[in-house]
């Protein structure tokens, strides 16, 4: 009888027990799944931080950015402003100086190249001398923006940043023209410096001459010299011109330095303001006093701000880089008439 009982109550327990177990099984297996959940879910945190903190910021395009030269403030303002755009829109620039050599021009467009430039900007020296390095770039898909002046032959140039420099001289046209109605009854000498290796300067002579020729028809251009954009070349050849036309009532300048030494030859030999005019372009601390200040042989200023073209160019180019935009053929900055007048609102360029 007892081991009856207690053979019953083995089995009861024995059944509890087994129930038992496979609960704690049961648990058992769910915490080890809920580990197991656990840690792939910590792992794949940990692996995507992983991912996050080893993923690097895709690198700036690198552009090769070329200058005419770098003695004036106006392609000063250009470096300073081509420089702090690239920071804006996302690019690095490489900046190199051709000091207006073109040869060393050539060579610096084939550094970049070589060194990788995703695109270039650059202000051809000469119309022609870069034109084959300038192919070679389109050949390996660099794209290419000229500023200011430009290749002769566009056909790799991907687009041309320019100012009006047809209007400059028709600006300064208008002016010698007025000048030379109130101060000699509309019939004058006129007098051009030029340098006619330049595209630009071609441009702006030609414009002078059409305007003043429709604007002043009773006055003369009595000759036209190239100063080859240098001050001590136009000082010279003015007092040789003076000489020969001691009446010369307006002198063009094409550029700043053959207009300041147009003026220059002018103080030289006493000239009086109020007889002679010098119609330029103007840029920079020295042409405000030449402008405002006696003796005033400046009269006005035809300017192109160098600013909006190196905004413009890298801003441009920056979006044809990254974001796949077309590049237009041209885009055109537009020239400023300064004079006595009006200067002021302009200080900024002339600091």
Same mark, same amino acid.
């Given at each position: 009888m007892f081991r009856e009982k207690r053979r019953e109550f083995y089995k009861k327990n024995l059944k509890r027990i087994k129930k038992e177990i496979k609960m704690k099984r049961k648990q058992i297996l769910i915490l080890v799944v809920i580990a197991v959940f656990s840690l792939i879910a910590a792992f794949g945190i940990f692996s995507s931080k992983t991912a996050v903190a080893e993923k690097k910021p895709a690198e700036k395009p690198l552009v090769g950015f070329g200058m005419y030269f770098y003695q004036d403030q106006w392609w000063k303002d250009m470096k300073t402003a081509a420089l702090e755009t690239a920071d804006k829109v996302g690019v690095r620039l490489n900046v190199a100086d051709a000091d207006g050599n073109a040869p060393k021009q050539v060579?610096?467009?084939?550094?970049?190249?070589?060194?990788?430039?995703?695109?270039?900007?650059?202000?051809?020296?000469?119309?022609?001398?870069?034109?084959?390095?300038?192919?070679?770039?389109?050949?390996?898909?660099?794209?290419?923006?000229?500023?200011?002046?430009?290749?002769?032959?566009?056909?790799?140039?991907?687009?041309?940043?320019q100012l009006d420099q047809y209007s400059f001289g028709t600006l300064l046209a208008g002016e010698a023209a007025k000048?030379?109605?109130?101060?000699?009854?509309?019939?004058?000498?006129?007098?051009?410096?030029?340098?006619?290796? &330049? #595209? !630009?300067?071609? /441009?702006?002579?030609?414009?002078?001459?059409?305007?003043? *020729?429709? $604007?002043?028809? &009773? #006055? !003369?251009?009595? /000759?036209?010299?190239?100063?080859?954009?240098?001050?001590? *070349?136009? $000082?010279?050849?003015?007092?040789?011109?003076?000489?020969?036309?001691p009446d010369i009532a307006v002198i063009f300048g094409g550029n700043t330095e053959m207009g300041m030494g147009a003026a220059n030859a002018l103080a030289t030999i006493g000239a009086d303001p109020a007889k002679v005019a010098v119609y330029t372009e103007g840029w920079g601390a020295e042409?405000?006093?030449?402008?405002v200040n006696e003796p005033a042989y400046m009269?006005?200023?035809?300017?192109?701000?160098?600013?909006?073209i190196a905004e413009i160019s890298v801003t441009i180019m920056a979006d044809h880089l990254i974001n796949g935009t077309p590049l237009n053929k041209i885009e055109t900055v537009e020239m400023v008439l300064i004079t006595k007048d009006n200067i002021d609102q302009y200080k900024g360029w002339f600091q």
């Open positions: 060579g610096q467009l084939e550094n970049f190249i070589g060194m990788g430039v995703a695109g270039i900007i650059y202000a051809p020296v000469e119309p022609t001398a870069s034109a084959s390095v300038v192919a070679e770039a389109k050949k390996k898909g660099i794209p290419v923006i000229n500023i200011e002046s430009a290749l002769d032959d566009r056909t790799n140039i991907d687009c041309w940043v000048f030379i109605e109130k101060n000699y009854g509309g019939k004058g000498k006129a007098f051009l410096l030029v340098d006619y290796s &330049n #595209s !630009v300067l071609r /441009d702006r002579v030609q414009g002078f001459k059409d305007a003043f *020729a429709e $604007l002043s028809p &009773n #006055s !003369v251009i009595v /000759d036209e010299q190239d100063a080859g954009c240098e001050r001590a *070349a136009a $000082l010279d050849i003015t007092l040789q011109e003076l000489t020969a036309h042409y405000y006093d030449a402008l009269k006005a200023y035809a300017t192109g701000p160098s600013v909006p």
